[in-house]
């Protein structure tokens, strides 16, 4: 099968402008994660959708973060205006189910430096 | 909250050698657990789990049981071979269903 799907893999811009990434999970997944992994750290969960409504957004920065997932399949997560604290590799994955012994599924993620 | 710590690294190891990487965790409930590994470039990838106390995950040689008792569950692996180089990460399955990471541990072996 095919795995999750992320674009683009690397993104550089300025602080205080925006950016936006994409991400297609593995076919029929109805959960979708998206993770923020800080150099020479593990990743964070920065929202959780099940189909297409969240399910789990407490870590998001929600005055400049937003995510949506319109159509419960693909995904994108917008920053905006991006900070120098921002660069990182925002990670997706996904799920067949939810649940504590679910597999998240990984895409490579998107690396963002912000000059 | 759900924590999950693992042993600092880097860890460099010889060809063949044994590996052992130390994760404990802290959590409410009956977690599932999770070792994870990312090669250089790449996403996570699900190396072995292990979802209730005694269960031993095993892949690719790599071994962990899942001890309640301890609230550990270390990655062990006999002989390690040079392309077992990459970042290892332990993780937390939750009551609320979301995967709560350790910082990971980059392993180098060498040839």
């Known amino acids: 099968e095919a795995g999750v799907a992320q674009s683009p893999r690397y993104k550089i811009i300025e602080k205080r402008q925006s950016v936006a990434f994409w991400c297609n999970p593995i076919s029929g997944h109805a959960t979708l994660y998206w993770y923020q992994q800080i150099l020479g750290q593990g990743p964070k969960l920065l929202i959780q959708?099940?189909?297409?409504?969240?399910?789990?957004d407490s870590q998001l920065p929600k005055d400049r973060f937003s995510a949506e997932r319109l159509k419960g399949v693909d995904s994108t997560l917008k920053i905006q205006p991006a900070k120098l604290e921002d660069s990182a590799v925002y990670l997706c994955?996904?799920?067949?189910?939810?649940?504590?012994?679910?597999?998240?599924?990984f895409g490579d993620g998107t690396r963002l430096s912000i000059l | 909250g759900d924590s999950v710590t693992q042993m600092e690294g880097p860890v460099t190891l010889s060809e063949e050698a044994f590996l052992t990487i130390n994760c404990t965790y802290t959590?409410?409930?009956?977690?599932?657990l999770f070792w994870y590994v990312q090669y250089p470039g790449e996403g996570l990838q699900l190396l072995l789990k292990?979802?209730?106390?005694?269960d031993k995950g095993s892949n690719k040689g790599f071994e962990a049981t899942y001890r309640k008792e301890t609230t550990s569950f270390h990655l062990e692996k006999g002989s390690v071979q040079v392309s077992d180089s990459a970042v290892y990460f332990c993780a937390l399955g939750g009551s609320n269903y979301k995967l709560t990471f350790g910082k990971g541990t980059l392993l180098t072996v060498n040839p």
């Open positions: 292990a979802t209730k106390a005694d």
């Open positions: 994955a996904s799920s067949s189910q939810t649940g504590s012994g679910q597999p998240q599924h």
């Open positions: 959708f099940q189909n297409n409504g969240v399910v789990d």
């Open positions: 959590a409410t409930g009956y977690p599932s």
